[in-house]
Each structure stands twice: as structure tokens, then as C-alpha cells.
């Protein structure tokens, strides 16, 4: 049975006592014996009476043990009676399991343990002796049992490699000739289906089958799953799979479909009719068919949540509370001394010295349902310098420019000259200070926005000699013989591909090509940890809203949080099939959003490693990510050259944004969250009416349970303006605490 | 340089038209010209290195002739070596398991700059100056203050050139913030005994018996010369070593 939810009720209830990933192939075996049998299945028990073979053999006793390590001592029992195996048979069979490869497998590959498959050459179809067995990788549990894993690992021969276009073919035009409603929502199969057997011929060495039949099928599929036919296309052997992590990830985690259970029904009744149903077993195999009861979904609908490498998210993923509120501001006392308002001064106005309370804008006391708590996770204290940098804050945002359709920001683009193509990371301050580029020579750069200069603090002999109780010993820290406008930090091996500044300023984040992320302190500019961990280029890292927290994601496809004063990640954020390209926090610093080549967005809780959301959709590799400043909805775009709005708290797509015709690279909402800018290789920043957007959503209803959406074709209505640079692609964006919209990039001649 | 036109294919050796028709085959379309070269390169290589294995390997089983089996095995062993891939799947999902069930420690209200404890840190100096002998010579005239100079292994800038220690108490122009006490180093000062040099030409004028430190030093590719002099030095030549900090993926692919 596939692993569909409403098979569970034909199980029988012995299965429910496994951990959920023992599939029902195998336990099929077991069990089978004891209960009815499963109409439905098309496996027979093992062979009665005669001597299995030796595959199966195999393969009844790495289900022994499993079952044997799960203390399912019936059922052993009976699977020992009916299999006719013996106690040491068994053991014997298992450390020949470990060990080197059958003999009748092609190659004598030795320390390949993925390779248990017998090749069998009939070219008559196999009767079901070759159970299909299911094997998932991700749950708990199977990890160290290497020969179970091992035998239940591997791509079992479906039937005869030659008669594979006639399966295919044969659903092909059974969905062809299907209701229109329900051809859609079928026509998922096709990509999941085909990538599989492909991989499945590759795998069981049957290379021309494999190059006929993609050849013959390939141009079928979907427009936007082109990139991996084109890296499928160079896998003609099995040892090709080898290196290549995202397949062999892809061939263990099942795709997930999202169908109606109409078009279920139909489809199952139509692979169950017929005999030969080898199609039927691979679905079984590698596909997670989500079933919903509603209507069928349109095409378009399909589309715009299709695309990811691991097909669709399951329902229950993306169900699990979020608390996506902010954090309450503490409360600081606001000195309303006019020191710094120089424009009032002028006018001679009465200065009053009243000091104020100000919450920054949260008047209510109760808490934010939709906000944790402000322990959740510890965060680091306020310091008297934190609340000066608070005050300021409050007095900038005094300042803000409030944006909207009619009041679009001015645009200042910082262009880096001279960069020859190696500018690959852009950050700048929260109060625009500071400028930091990475580059492909290894080299971090930081610049300074303000007239005011780079400086070093003193060395210790010189420190010793100031006056500490002076009120600007702040200043007198500062060694004047090294002011600059700019200051080269060197130390990576490799392009630095992600920055990012520590709120109060005194750090700076940089990760590389060469595995680590390096912590440089802005005070003396010079590094002070080198954060090992990754061992693969680190795409992009970013510091907590707060500080001490970092998080960064690589291409060992996994996100880390780290924490400044521990060496070791805090926290590891796996489950991506594909390199993490695209790290965020939440604004209350309890959620990182990833983004990653396989096309899925995941959000992560800090507090447990859970993944909490996934948002596929996207076509290509996500490149960017934004939160907005509500911290309710999150932006995304990718090489798709697409924007797309998610609402965290339902786990939807509510807004789609087109307009780009290259990979965007940088997203940023303004302060307030009223305008989204976007900027892009194709050396444009675009602005959008996010508030719009996101109005439009707070009054759709949400409960349907399908969580389909029509997603209305309006990015023409929600841009606001595109804003063309000469030839400069657009690396980095930045709203001014008064909303002022910087930009960054570096001039390309060409 | 930008993407120059293609040459012709009349006038391109058929291995480059291969990698051309790889390029265009994976989807690439725009690509340096020297692309081709590197490729070519690469592919040389790494051919010659795997059929010299399956040499060895088929030399090894007393075989006559390499055949196919030598090759893979060649090939398998080169992949654990030069290409190694990222961790499976299950195994990251595991130690994930693993890390995130300990909870987040609790952060020290009022501890200063947060950072891992020194050994994890690339704050320490990454040298120390031998002790002062006793035994330097009065012969000697004049004392002069030794220079230590760090020079770079290659053409990659990053190194710093550290600033010269002084023989008073010092420790700051090194630039470790946090190590600000101060560090007192005292120099051997070379005899002048200079029949008993043995060190080959030096290279600069500077430096002697200096230790470093290696586990100390962040940034890669420093490299001490460093002079041998006299006999009150031939003792410490062992522990005299050209320290170079490259690593050898400079011959990476």
C-alpha cells in the first residue's frame, strides 16, 4: 500500500506497534501471515514451501532482525515458521549482509553498501517474489541497523528494465484520457515517476533502457523541472549516483503529492485493474501521496506550489504553532534632551528637558498571542550601550518617512568600482554606518557610510595612559594615527560569500569558501574566531536581531546556529536535499528561515531544531529571503527571477510578484513593512506594495483545509516602480532607519 | 575578461570540442575561453592519475594487463580522496537529533566580549620570542634590536606583516585585543661569531630563533625565515623550523 493516509485504517493492527517508517511491504511479510491479507497488494507472502532465494533470503532476514531489535518477538516467530530460516542461518546471513557485495551483481562493486540488488536477467516479468520494499531513511531509528538499511535500501527490480516505456506510456495515457478536473492534479505523477525509474534503471545498471527511455520521455515534463533533467541526463551509470549527494538524497526521500481524492480513486482503480501493475509498486515505493478531500486543484494552482525538489510539503508540516509576534520592546527611558535635533535649536525654541517613556509603539500590556514568550529562548541582556543604541533608534524612527503608493523612497546605490566581478557579499549597519564587502579574493572590506573614519582602538601601552573617567573615553579609546575610510580584514582562504554586522556593532560576521565562518571585532580589526564546522563552502550567515546568536547555511546542506562564545553549533537545521544558500532570523530571533537549491524555503525553531514550516513553490534555487518587520509574513526569491509572499502563521502562499528577469539577490521591506524592495541581476530594484499584498490576505478565509488559494495575477497593480542601474546588478539592499533605500553593487563593465 | 567570441570549430582540437559540446550539453552557454583549457587540463590529470592507480593496482594482482576492475578501483579510491561529497542524509539528520535535544545554555548576564574560550580563538599571538641567554657575548658590539619579519608563502594577501616587538614589555602591536598583558620577550642576541654561521644566505637581515607556534596562527601562509647562527644557537636548530602554514589544497582542483 502506499503510504497514504487513508490506508492506514487497512493495516493490520499489528503494524501500528512498528515505528512508522517500517513500510507496509515488509511488514506485509511478517504480518501477513497472521492477518487477512490486503486485497489490495499485490506482493505475496515469501514463497511457501520452497527455498527462497537468495535476494529474498536476504531480505527476510534483515526484516528478521528488525523486527528482532524491535522486540516484536510474535511476529519474528512467525516470519522464522513461514520463511522455513533457520536461528543460525540467520547470522550468518547478516555478517555475509555486511559484507562485500552479492556475486551476481554486476561490477563487484565491494564497499558499495547500497547495492544489494540482485540483477535478474529473466526478460519475463518477475512475479511479485521481488517485494517492493519501502524504505525511508528520514524517521528515527533505522540508522544503525546498516544491514537492514542496506537491503531495504535499494532500488528493487520492478519488472523487466525493457518494458518500462510501456509502463510509463501506459499512464501517460490513462491520465490523457481522464476527466480534465482531475488530469491535473495526476499529471504530478509524471516528474516524480520518471526521475524514479530513470534512477532506477541507472541503478540497476540497465544504461540503454535508461537513455532510451529518458530520451523518449524527458521532453514531456514540466518546463520548470528542465535544470534536473539536464544533471540527470549526465547520470548514465550507477556510479555516477555516488557523488552526487542530492540524488541519492532524493532517491530515499519520498516525493510528496498532494492529490484530491477523487483523482486518488481513479488512479488507483485503474493500476489495480490491470495485472501488470509495476507502476503501482513504485508509487508505493517512492512517492507520498497527501490526500485531501475538496475539490481538485487547477493547474495554475499546481503550479505555483510545485517545483521543489521533494515534490509538495505534507499537510501536518506546515500545521505546527508558529509564534511569529515580536518580542516586547523593553522599556527605556527617553531623555528628550535636544542635543542631537540641531534644526530645532535653530529656531531657538525653548528647550524642555522631560524625559519620556516610550515603548516603542507597543501600548498594550497583554501579550501577543501569536509572540513567545520572552524567555523562550535566552537572549542576551541589555547594555547601557544597547540602550543608548535604542534611544537613537527611537529618535530616527521619530524621523521615519512614512512610505506607501504615493511616497516611494529615494534610491542611493552604492557602487563598488574596480571590483573586477568579485564583490560576492554586501551588509550594512542597522544605522547605515558601516558598509562591509565580501569578495571573491578572500578579502572582507568595511567601509564608512558617514564622514566619520575607521578607527583602531590604542594599543595597551597607549590605553593605560588615558584618563578613564572622561566622558568621551569613548573617543580617546580610538587611536587617531590609524583613521581610515576603509579597512581590509584578511584571513579567509577563500571568497567570502555572506556578511553580516552584530547589531551593537562591534562585530562582523564573515563565511567562505573555505568552510568557516570568521567573528572579526570592529574595534581593532582583526579576527578573533574562526568558527569550524562546515567543512563545505558556507553560502550565507547572519547575526541575531540581538546579537550573540549566528546562524549559517552551506553546501553540506544543513544551517547551523551558533552562539559567539561556543565553538560548536548550538543547534543543526537539517532536512534540505540541497545546499542552503539563504539564511534569516525572525525579528524575535526564535525562527531561521532557510532557503535552498532544492526550491524549498524551511523554517526552523530555535529553540528545539524543529522545522516548523516548508514553502515550496519556487522554481529555482532561493537566493533570497526577507522577513517583514511584523514579523508575519516572509518574502522569497530565487533564480525564477520570481517574488513569493508567505503568511507564516497559516503556512500559505499569498502573493506571487513577476516582474524580474534574473535571479534576485537581495529583498528588504522598508521599516513599517508598507513597501518591499527587490533587487536583481538584471540591474534593477524594484518596489512593491507589500502593504497591499498583505491586506488582500487578512481578509480571505483560511480554514479551508487544502489551503488552496487563487493567487490573483496582480503584480502588475502591486509594483510600485522599477529603477534601472547602468550595469550594476544588485547585490545587497538596506532601508535607512528613515526609510531611505540604499542599495549596493558592484559595476559591471560588461 | 568577458566571455570572448568561440574560436572556430574548424580550427579547435577535437578534445576541446568535446568539452565544448559537455558545456553546451549541461546547459551552459556563456563561459570564458579558458574554461575549455582548464577543463582539458583537469580531465589530463585526473585521467593519468586513475590509470597510474590502475597500474599499480593490476601490477599488484600480478596481472598481465589493467582492465576494467583496476580502473574502477582506481577511481573508487580517488573519490573518497579528492571528491569527497558531503555527509548522507540520515547521518545529518541524525547528529541534528543529537545537538538539538540538549537545551540552549543560559547566556552570563555581564561577561564582556562573548567569545569561545582562548584555544578556540585566533586572539593569541601567534609567536613567542626565545629567552634572553646569558651567554651572549660582550664581544659583541652592538646590540641590535631584532627584527622579526613575516613574509607571505604565495600570492595570497593574507598575511599581515606583524610589527616589531621591542624589547620592553609589550604584546599590543600584534594586535590581540584580548591578550593585552604584557608580554615580555626577551631575544637572543646573535654571537658574532660569524666563522660558525652555517645557515645558507639569509634572506633578511633579521630574525633569529624564533619560535612559533603553529596551532596559534589564524591566517594562513606565514612563513618565518629565520637565520641559524653560532653555536650557542646549534642546540635550539632543531627546534628551528621553517614553519610554513600552507595547506595543500593549493593543488586542488
Given amino acids: 500500500m502506499a503510504a497514504v493516509q487513508d490506508g492506514q485504517m487497512e493495516l493490520d493492527a499489528e503494524k501500528e506497534t512498528k515505528p512508522e517508517i517500517l513500510s507496509d511491504g515488509t511488514s506485509n511479510l511478517s504480518g501477513n501471515t497472521a492477518s487477512g491479507t490486503l486485497s489490495s497488494s499485490p506482493l505475496t507472502a515469501a514463497p511457501a514451501g520452497g527455498a527462497p532465494k537468495m535476494e529474498d533470503q536476504q531480505t527476510l532476514i534483515a526484516v528478521l532482525q528488525f523486527l528482532k531489535r524491535n522486540k516484536l518477538t510474535d511476529s519474528v516467530e512467525i516470519l522464522r515458521r513461514e520463511a522455513g530460516l533457520g536461528e543460525d542461518q540467520e547470522d550468518s546471513q547478516a555478517t555475509d549482509g555486511s559484507g562485500g557485495g552479492k556475486g551476481d551483481v554486476d561490477g563487484g562493486d565491494a564497499n558499495s553498501l547500497l547495492s544489494r540488488v540482485s540483477i535478474t536477467s529473466a526478460a519475463a516479468p518477475q512475479s511479485m517474489c521481488d517485494s517492493p520494499l519501502m524504505f525511508m531513511l528520514s524517521a528515527a531509528g533505522a540508522d544503525d541497523q546498516p544491514d537492514v538499511s542496506v537491503v531495504l535500501s535499494a532500488y528493487s527490480q520492478q519488472g523487466d528494465p525493457s518494458l518500462y516505456q510501456v509502463y510509463y506510456s501506459g499512464l501517460k495515457n490513462f491520465i490523457e484520457s481522464v476527466l480534465d478536473c482531475h488530469r491535473a492534479e495526476l499529471s504530478q505523477l509524471f516528474y516524480p515517476l520518471f526521475v524514479h525509474m530513470y534512477l532506477e534503471l541507472v541503478y540497476n545498471n540497465h544504461e540503454n533502457e535508461a537513455k532510451a527511455f529518458f530520451e523518449k520521455f524527458s521532453g514531456d515534463q514540466e518546463c520548470y523541472y528542465q535544470d534536473d533533467l539536464r544533471v540527470l541526463c549526465g547520470l548514465t551509470k550507477k556510479e555516477h549516483l555516488k557523488g552526487n549527494e542530492v540524488l541519492l538524497d532524493f532517491r530515499t526521500s519520498r516525493f510528496v503529492l498532494r492529490i484530491s481524492r477523487d483523482s486518488y480513486q481513479l488512479l488507483k482503480r485503474h493500476l489495480q485493474e490491470r495485472h501488470n501493475n509495476q507502476i503501482w509498486n513504485i508509487i508505493q515505493e517512492h512517492l507520498y501521496i497527501d490526500i485531501f478531500d475538496g475539490m481538485p486543484r487547477s493547474k495554475s494552482q499546481i503550479d505555483s506550489m510545485s517545483g521543489s525538489l521533494a515534490g509538495e510539503g505534507k499537510r501536518e508540516v506546515n500545521k505546527a504553532k508558529v509564534f511569529h509576534g515580536l518580542l516586547k520592546e523593553p522599556e527605556i527611558e527617553v531623555p528628550l534632551d535636544d542635543e542631537d535635533d540641531e534644526a530645532e535649536n535653530e529656531e531657538g525654541k525653548p528647550k524642555k528637558k522631560k524625559t519620556k517613556k516610550d515603548s516603542l509603539g507597543s501600548k498594550s500590556k497583554k501579550q501577543d498571542p501569536n509572540a513567545p514568550q520572552q524567555n523562550r529562548i535566552p537572549l542576551p541582556e541589555l547594555k547601557d550601550s544597547d540602550k543608548l543604541d535604542k534611544i537613537m533608534y527611537m529618535k530616527e524612527s521619530t524621523k521615519r518617512i512614512r512610505l506607501g503608493p504615493e511616497n516611494l523612497p529615494s534610491i542611493c546605490f552604492y557602487t563598488f568600482l574596480n571590483a573586477y566581478q568579485g564583490l560576492t557579499a554586501v551588509d550594512f549597519t542597522d544605522d547605515s554606518s558601516l558598509l562591509a564587502g565580501g569578495f571573491a579574493d578572500s578579502t572582507v572590506r568595511v567601509w564608512s557610510v558617514t564622514p566619520k573614519k575607521l578607527r583602531k582602538v590604542k594599543s595597551a601601552a597607549d590605553l593605560n595612559m588615558i584618563d578613564k573617567e572622561s566622558d568621551d573615553v569613548l573617543e580617546r579609546i580610538m587611536d587617531e594615527k590609524t583613521a581610515s575610510e576603509s579597512k581590509i580584514l584578511y584571513g579567509h582562504s577563500g571568497p567570502v560569500y555572506g556578511v553580516s554586522f552584530s547589531p551593537d556593532r562591534n562585530y562582523l560576521l564573515s563565511s567562505s569558501e573555505d568552510g568557516t565562518v570568521r567573528l572579526w571585532s570592529l574595534l581593532t580589526f582583526t579576527c578573533l574566531v574562526g568558527y569550524k564546522g562546515h567543512n563545505y563552502p558556507v553560502w550565507d550567515t547572519q547575526f541575531s536581531p540581538f546579537g550573540y546568536y549566528f546562524v549559517s547555511g552551506g553546501h553540506d546542506r544543513v544551517a547551523r546556529l551558533w552562539a559567539t562564545d561556543h565553538y560548536q553549533p548550538l543547534r543543526i537545521f537539517a532536512g534540505h536535499l540541497a545546499d542552503v544558500t539563504c539564511t534569516r532570523f525572525h525579528p524575535n530571533s526564535n525562527y531561521v528561515a532557510t532557503g535552498s537549491t532544492d526550491r524549498t524555503i524551511r523554517l526552523w525553531d530555535v529553540l528545539n531544531g524543529n522545522c516548523v514550516r516548508i514553502f515550496t513553490g519556487h522554481k529555482g534555487p532561493i537566493h533570497s529571503l526577507a522577513f517583514s518587520p511584523n514579523g508575519k509574513f516572509l518574502a522569497s526569491g530565487s533564480t525564477d527571477g520570481r517574488v513569493l509572499l508567505w503568511d507564516i502563521g497559516h503556512g500559505l502562499m499569498i502573493g506571487e510578484l513577476k516582474g524580474h528577469t534574473d535571479t534576485i539577490y537581495s529583498l528588504k521591506f522598508s521599516r513599517d513593512g508598507e513597501i518591499l524592495a527587490s533587487g536583481s541581476m538584471d540591474n534593477t530594484v524594484r518596489l512593491w506594495n507589500s502593504m497591499k499584498a498583505f491586506d488582500e490576505v487578512e481578509t480571505d478565509d483560511f480554514t479551508a483545509t487544502t489551503g488552496h488559494i487563487h493567487l490573483p495575477d496582480n503584480s502588475q497593480e502591486l509594483l510600485l516602480g522599477t529603477y534601472h542601474s547602468k550595469s550594476t546588478p544588485v547585490t545587497h539592499l538596506h532601508f535607512t532607519r528613515r526609510n531611505l533605500l540604499l542599495a549596493a553593487g558592484a559595476y559591471n563593465s560588461q | ?253
Fill in chain 2, 1 to 253: 575578461g568577458a566571455h570572448a567570441k568561440m574560436a572556430s570549430p574548424k580550427t579547435v582540437p577535437k578534445d576541446a570540442q568535446v568539452m565544448m559540446q559537455i558545456l553546451k550539453d549541461m546547459g551552459i552557454t556563456e563561459y570564458e575561453p579558458r574554461v575549455i583549457n582548464q577543463m582539458l587540463e583537469f580531465t589530463y590529470r585526473y585521467i593519468t592519475t586513475i590509470i597510474e592507480d590502475a597500474k599499480i593496482y593490476s601490477t599488484h594482482a600480478k596481472k598481465s594487463t589493467v582492465d576494467a576492475d583496476d580502473i574502477r578501483l582506481a577511481i573508487q579510491c580517488r573519490v573518497d580522496q579528492s571528491f569527497i561529497s558531503p555527509p548522507p542524509r540520515d547521518f545529518l539528520l541524525d547528529i541534528a537529533r543529537q545537538k538539538n535535544q540538549t537545551p540552549l545554555p543560559l547566556i552570563k548576564p555581564y561577561t564582556g566580549p562573548r567569545l569561545p574560550p582562548d584555544r578556540y580563538c585566533l586572539t593569541a599571538p601567534n609567536y613567542r620570542l626565545k629567552s634572553l641567554q646569558k651567554k651572549v657575548s660582550s664581544s659583541a658590539g652592538r646590540i641590535t634590536v631584532p627584527r622579526l619579519s613575516v613574509g607571505a608563502v604565495s600570492s595570497r594577501p593574507s598575511t599581515p606583516t606583524l610589527g616589531t616587538p621591542s624589547v620592553q614589555t609589550v604584546g599590543t602591536k600584534v594586535g590581540t585585543p584580548v591578550s593585552l598583558t604584557g608580554q615580555r620577550f626577551t631575544v637572543q642576541i646573535p654571537s658574532s661569531q660569524a666563522a660558525s654561521v652555517k645557515s645558507a644566505t639569509p634572506t633578511t637581515p633579521t630574525v633569529q630563533n624564533v619560535l612559533i607556534n603553529p596551532s596559534l596562527i589564524g591566517s594562513k601562509n606565514i612563513l618565518i625565515t629565520t637565520n641559524m647562527v653560532s653555536q650557542n644557537s646549534s642546540g635550539d636548530s632543531t627546534s628551528l623550523k621553517r614553519k610554513h602554514e600552507d595547506e595543500d589544497d593549493y593543488d586542488a582542483l
